[in-house]
């Protein structure tokens, strides 16, 4: 028996071995509020449907349409109005090998969000370049522009030429036909930047259904002589500035940090309401240059606030990690799933050569970049590699979430116009087999809403797939009454712990954190089953005392040593895996002293490649002894389908989907516990406040007499706020500060006190009275604490439950 069920983008059949339990755990049940703890920023009715314990939204953020010059060249002449109907479950047609669209494509399961996130750098060329009776129409790189019907080695030379200057270490801002009388590549620029806005606009579900959300963004492609150092830009809501910034204009101070300047002026402080942030993808491209040292700390924090995300996996492969099967070495790992779709290049320009194992640069991979930046912590106090997960597809078909591997009708536009295009070891500089149908974002949010999404990725509880649907949480702190199982399992975990991307102290003291995973199987679509998982993984990195990373791979639930496996000559997989797993698992080698980071990593069992899908269709079967012979006789494209675990270091005839969830960082001064009461009167100003706090470590030197102490509550409004001004905390010895005020002149706050144990942790106790706390949600609900203490600071999100007259957070 199946059943319809619609859980965010999580649209499919649902076998009935997914047991309504498990739903229910994934998402949780607590009761209904609809106050989240962000603002509000749009014009806009409520959403209908509002989970205080947040649900899965599925969608993709790295989107190319025919307004990108790369696309058009390729044949592409999908909008962004049609890459957002595309997205919402309508067909849109791909060229064909004369350039003709006519290769309907549809999603057999619709996002609930997306981003066009087209190339910035030739908006206005492609204008001009595109409009019949432009002075610049009849010049040669429109034309080639414009070309369709031709070989593969052409389309690449047209692109080339066309985007070459982009490239260059020092590009021109424009190309030579924007010089031309009558043309303004400038002014045509807008007007494409404006009709994104409107496609964005006309796709958003403003009403209280909330079914789709479109979020307003560009891609800043940043590639000097090919090193990809490209970054999407996404936007909070409509507000954005006026000019889209490429990297033309901000080639002179390289990359990103001008693009952050020019966000700053244009939009994070411009007073408009506009709030961006920049999500780099393609590290495995970049020749080792996408992470560089941050110059010092505010470098460092800078980095952290304007880039909390990474795209771990695309189209052009992953860059989690790296290892190489033949020579049997990872680049820093011993991780042999790093094997997983890996372009073999260390960027995509001839400068740089294709390396060995051994010398492929560390930075191009996020994990090993993660690893640095704890260590630079320890040094600068911050760290500037903070990064949550997404995954996109990359797409230059205007196809958002296009990542089925059966049917796959790929993601160059004309390039990918039949099969042998798309397993071709020509054109673009890459054997095109290696491509792969990309990745998509889960993001856990409240609500279908630009605020709920955007607030999701601002603070990072967001995951990866590569491109199946899996519902995976993953929680960690003290997590007192987190059962697998138990229908308050999520519940429990939002009060008593913090999901991905968040940070925790040492919360059992000298003992290792609980970390919570719950996983359910993607269930598939109609006509077509999910895979069944396989395993578990929690992926821990940690910075020893003499500054030394390290790096160990976990399995938490599940095992590689199941009995699922693909029958090769139908490609259908045969035995079971399990449709959901759950643990609740303490790290075996924790150290308190020691900075360190966990992902989770969910497993599925093995299933066809998309190539190996195509190949067999073809009648060349990669699984054959006679491989090698089927493909001569198919023709040259097809010696591709013959490439195995035995002669390749990465490309294999099965796969093993995934999907990875951002990290939770463990901080040894973090936050070890919390726990607040709001008394709520029904007397104005008759309110109440108790703050306890403890942080982990006090760093040497801090000097609490000498700083403000910052004190902020938050939901959806401000609920409290005061700053005691250097001096207020009075020493009464060299370990305990105390500021006293019966009067509550400073904010209510009656009395306050830091101290520091004899473990070296800062507990912060305050009580404040005759407050007005009626900016707090009487209901349970999601309240964001702030404190900030010299270099002490901490940011928590938890949920409070209502008892009688009280908001409880924390234990």
């Known amino acids: 028996m199946s059943v319809a069920v619609r859980l965010g983008g999580w649209l499919g059949w649902v076998s009935s071995s997914i047991s309504a339990a498990a739903l229910c755990l994934a998402v949780g049940a607590a009761a209904r509020a609809d106050t989240p703890p962000w603002q509000r920023t749009e014009t806009r009715a409520p959403c209908a449907d509002f989970d205080t314990l947040r649900r899965p939204l599925f969608g993709d953020l790295h989107v190319h349409t025919s307004f990108s010059q790369d696309a058009y060249i390729r044949a592409t002449r999908v909008t962004p109005q049609d890459a957002y109907d595309f997205a919402r479950g309508q067909t849109v047609m791909l060229p064909d090998l004369a350039g003709a669209s006519t290769r309907p494509v549809t999603l057999a399961r619709p996002l609930d969000f997306t981003a066009v996130t087209d190339h910035a750098e030739f908006f206005g060329e492609v204008r001009v370049c595109t409009t019949p009776g432009s002075p610049a129409y009849g010049e040669d790189l429109c034309v080639r522009l414009r070309e369709t019907g031709i070989d593969v080695d052409r389309m690449s030379q047209n692109n080339s030429l ?3 200057p982009a490239g260059l270490p020092d590009p021109p801002d424009s190309h030579a036909f924007c010089s031309l009388p009558g043309v303004d590549c400038d002014g045509d620029a807008v007007s494409l930047w404006q009709e994104t806005q409107a496609a964005a606009e006309g796709a958003y579900d403003r009403s209280a259904a909330c079914a789709f959300t479109s979020l307003i963004g560009y891609e800043h492609t940043a590639a000097p ?16 500035p006026a000019f889209a910034t490429s990297y033309l204009e901000t080639k002179q101070g390289g990359a990103p940090e001008p693009l952050w300047s020019a966000l700053e002026s244009d939009c994070l402080e411009a007073g408009t309401g506009c709030e961006a942030l920049t ?15 941050p110059a010092d700390a505010d470098a460092a924090a800078r980095r952290q606030a304007r880039e909390p995300l990474v795209e771990i996996y695309q189209h052009k492969g992953a860059s989690e990690c790296r290892f190489d099967r033949l020579a049997g070495l990872g680049a820093d790992t011993t991780d042999e799933l790093c094997t997983f779709e890996q372009d073999p290049r260390q960027a995509q320009g001839p400068v740089f050569p294709r390396p060995a194992i051994e010398d492929y640069p560390r930075r191009n991979l996020v994990r090993n970049t993660l690893k640095d930046g704890l260590a630079l912590e320890d040094g600068l106090g911050v760290n500037p590699f903070r990064l949550g997960f997404v995954g996109g597809t990359d797409t230059h078909s205007g196809t958002p979430g296009a990542t089925e591997e059966a049917g796959w009708e790929g993601h160059r536009g ?3 116009a039949d099969v042998e295009r798309r397993l071709s070891t020509v054109g673009f500089g890459s054997e095109q087999a290696r491509f792969s149908p990309g990745g998509l974002t889960v993001a856990w949010a409240e609500e279908n809403s630009r605020d709920a999404l955007y607030s999701a990725l601002e603070r990072r509880e967001t995951y990866a797939t590569s491109g199946t649907r899996p519902v995976v949480r993953f929680f960690a702190g003290h997590l007192g009454g987190v059962v697998c199982g138990r229908p308050d399992f999520v519940e429990n975990a939002y009060r008593r712990g913090t999901p991905m991307g968040g940070e925790i102290g040492p919360v059992q003291g000298g003992g290792s954190p609980r970390f919570a995973v719950l996983a359910l199987k993607d269930p598939g679509s109609p006509g077509r089953a999910g895979t069944d998982l396989q395993r578990v993984q929690i992926v821990k990195a940690w910075v020893d005392g003499a500054g030394q990373t390290h790096e160990r791979v976990f399995d938490v639930a599940g095992s590689p040593d199941g009995v699922a496996a693909v029958d090769t000559a139908t490609c259908t ?12 698992w303490r790290d075996p080698e924790f150290d308190r002293g020691q900075r360190a980071l966990y992902y989770a990593r969910v497993v599925e069992n093995p299933t066809c490649r998309w190539s190996t899908l195509a190949c067999k269709d073809a009648g060349v079967d990669p699984f054959s002894a006679s491989c090698d012979a089927q493909a001569a006789s198919a023709g040259p494209a097809f010696a591709a389908c013959c ?13 093993q989907e995934r999907a990875w969830t951002s990290p939770i960082w463990y901080r040894p001064e973090g936050v070890a516990r919390l726990g607040a009461r709001l008394g709520l009167r029904d007397q104005s100003d008759q309110d109440h406040l108790r703050l306890s706090l403890t942080f982990g470590r006090v760093p040497g030197g801090l000097d609490p ?4 102490l910052s004190v902020r509550l938050a939901d959806d409004d401000e609920i409290y706020g005061v700053t005691l001004p250097a001096g207020a905390l009075e020493a009464r010895n060299e370990r305990s500060w105390v500021f006293v005020d019966r009067s509550g002149s400073q904010g209510g706050v009656r009395s306050a006190r830091f101290r520091i144990n004899g473990r070296g942790e800062g507990k912060l106790d305050l009580s404040a009275r005759r407050l007005d706390l009626s900016g707090a949600d009487r209901s349970d609900h999601m309240i964001r604490v702030e404190v900030e203490l010299g270099s002490l600071q901490a940011d928590e999100t938890r949920l409070a439950k209502l008892r009688g007259s009280q908001l409880r957070l924390g234990r």
């Open 573 to 584: 997989p045969i035995g079971l895996g399990h449709s959901e797993l759950c643990t609740v």
């Open 643 to 655: 490439l195995d675990e035995a002669d390749d270091p990465f490309m294999e005839p099965l796969i």
């Open 414 to 416: 004309g390039l990918d």
């Open 705 to 708: 007499a000498a700083e403000d």
């Open 162 to 164: 066309f985007s070459f």
């Open 225 to 240: 002589l090919g090193a990809h150092l490209h970054r999407n830009v996404i936007f909070r809501n409509e507000a954005v």
């Open 279 to 293: 999500i780099p993808h393609n590290s495995n491209l970049s020749g080792g240059l996408r992470w560089p040292d």
